[in-house]
C-alpha cells in the first residue's frame, strides 16, 4: 500500500478548485472579492500550499454553483487536515528551514509521487543513502543539531526507503548521478564502502534505474545543478520538479518549465553509462574504499 499524507489530498483539492473556478469564468481577484481574502490565499489553496479550512472550502462550492461536488471535496479537506507518517520522526527537531521544508514538504510529495527521476552532482539521493552515509552528511550540514536529532532524521531517511521495497506497487527512482559522488569520500573509506554495496543492491530492484555520468563525459547542462522530477499517477495532480538550496527549496510546478528540466535528464541520460557499465564503475570504486 502507499503511504499516506495530507500534501496529495491538498493537490488534488487544489487542482479541483482551479478547475471549478475555470469553468465558472472567474479570474482569481473576482473570487477573493466573494470570499473576502487576499488573491495570494486563493492561489495557495489551488496549489495546495495552503491548509483549507472547511468553511472557504464551502463558500467556494457555493460561488462556483458545485453543491453536487460538495461530498467529494468536502472528504478531501478532510485528508487535507490530517497528519503525515513522517512528522513523528521531526518531532523536536530543530525547526529551521532545512529540516521544516526539505524533511517535511519534500517527504510528503515524494510519499504521494509514482516516480521519482532526479540528477545529482555531490551527493547522492536520500532515497540511495546507507545509514552511515546519511549520518555523515547530516551531521556536517546541520552542524547545530544534536546527536539525538540527527538520528530522527537518518530514521526517517530510511522509513522513506520502504517505498522502494515495501509500498504496493513501488516508487519508480530513475537517477543519474554524477562520478564525482563515487569519488568523493563522505565519512571516510569505510563509510564509502558500506554506502556502495548498499547501492548496489539497490540498482537491482527492478523498480530502480541507476546511471553514472563519468566524468570523461565532459561537461552537460545537467551538471548545473541537483534537482528532482516527482511525477504523479493521477493526472489531475502537475508533475513538479524540486531543486534544493543552501536557504530553503524551490517547486517548479509551471508546466513548460518542467518539461524543460525533463528533456534536460532524458538527454543527461542518453550519456551517462548504461545500467551496466554504471554497476561496473561503482564496482571499481568499492574496491578502492574497500581495501
Not at 460538495?70 to 478531501?76: A, F, Q
Not at 524533511?103 to 509514482?114: G, I, V
Not at 568523493?184 to 523498480?207: D, F, I, K, N, W
Request: glycine content about 8%; proline content about 5%.
Amino acid at each position: 500500500m502507499v503511504a499516506s499524507g495530507p500534501v496529495g489530498p491538498r493537490r488534488r483539492l487544489g487542482a479541483e478548485l482551479r478547475r471549478l473556478r475555470n469553468g465558472a469564468g472567474l479570474h482569481l481577484d473576482q473570487v477573493a472579492v466573494q470570499l473576502h481574502c487576499s488573491t495570494s490565499k486563493i492561489s495557495r489553496l489551488e496549489t495546495g500550499k495552503g491548509i483549507p479550512k472547511p468553511g472557504d472550502v464551502r463558500e467556494l462550492i457555493r460561488i462556483y454553483g458545485a453543491d453536487g461536488e460538495r461530498d467529494r471535496l468536502m472528504l478531501l479537506v478532510r485528508e487535507s487536515r490530517t497528519e503525515g507518517w513522517w512528522e513523528s520522526y521531526t518531532d523536536g527537531v530543530t525547526r529551521d528551514r532545512f529540516v521544516l521544508d526539505v524533511q517535511q514538504r519534500y517527504t510528503a510529495l515524494e510519499t504521494e509521487a509514482s516516480a521519482v527521476r532526479s540528477y545529482g552532482p555531490a551527493i547522492l539521493h536520500g532515497l540511495l543513502q546507507a545509514p552511515a552515509y546519511t549520518r555523515a552528511m547530516m551531521t556536517l550540514l546541520l552542524p547545530h543539531h544534536t546527536p539525538q536529532e540527527i538520528e530522527q532524521l537518518v530514521e526517517l531517511r530510511v522509513r522513506r526507503q520502504e517505498a522502494l521495497t515495501v509500498r504496493v506497487p513501488p516508487l519508480e527512482l530513475s537517477v543519474v548521478l554524477d562520478e564525482a559522488v563515487l569519488r568523493r569520500p563522505v565519512g571516510g573509506p569505510e563509510v564509502m564502502a558500506e554506502q556502495l554495496r548498499s547501492l548496489l543492491v539497490t540498482a537491482g530492484l527492478r523498480s530502480v534505474s541507476l546511471q553514472v555520468m563519468p566524468f570523461e563525459a565532459g561537461l552537460h547542462r545537467v551538471q548545473a545543478g541537483r534537482f528532482d522530477i516527482l511525477e504523479f499517477a493521477d493526472e489531475s495532480v502537475p508533475d513538479l520538479v524540486y531543486i534544493e538550496g543552501h536557504t530553503g527549496e524551490t517547486y517548479v510546478e509551471n508546466a513548460s518549465d518542467v518539461d524543460v528540466y525533463k528533456d534536460i535528464l532524458a538527454d543527461a541520460v542518453d550519456h551517462a553509462l548504461p545500467p551496466g557499465a554504471s554497476r561496473a564503475m561503482i564496482t571499481r570504486y568499492l574496491h578502492e574504499y574497500a581495501t
